[in-house]
Nanobody, 121 residues
Framework: QVELVESGGGLVETGGSLKLSCVGSGLRFGDYFVAWFRQGFGAERSFVAVSWTPGESMYAEPVRGRFTISRDNGENTVFLHMNSLDIEDTATYYC???????????????WGQGTQVTVSS
């Protein structure tokens, strides 16, 4: 049984930082594209970042230069380092794994339950 578990969310002030973690079980992250998506209140789920090897990744424009995705395949863990957080980054953040590259939620097979990030002014 595949399970993805996110952690690291919380309340942070504007300009602050958070580090999210996604731990996978029942699958080998090294065989998957692993992405982060986010969904704000009343909004659709949107792409944040994706990693396919420890050195290769892609970012959505709103987070490029502020967020960094990294992975530790040995620990089956993917991280999202978030810096210079803004109120608009407030959302539930989801980890997802899939066999194909994509920027849409439908491209991913396995999902975590999400972790809430709230940025206050």
């Amino acid at each position: 049984q595949v399970e993805l578990v996110e952690s690291g969310g919380g309340l942070v002030e504007t300009g602050g930082s958070l580090k999210l973690s996604c731990v996978g079980s029942g699958l080998r992250f090294g065989d998957y594209f692993v992405a982060w998506f986010r969904q704000g209140f009343g909004a659709e789920r949107s792409f944040v970042a994706v990693s396919w090897t420890p050195g290769e990744s892609m970012y959505a424009e709103p987070v490029r230069g502020r967020f960094t995705i990294s992975r530790d395949n040995g620990e089956n863990t993917v991280f999202l380092h978030m810096n210079s957080l803004d109120i608009e980054d407030t959302a539930t953040y989801y980890c997802a794994a899939g066999r194909i590259f994509g920027l849409q939620p439908t491209d991913y097979t396995y999902w975590g339950q999400g972790t809430q990030v709230t940025v206050s002014s």
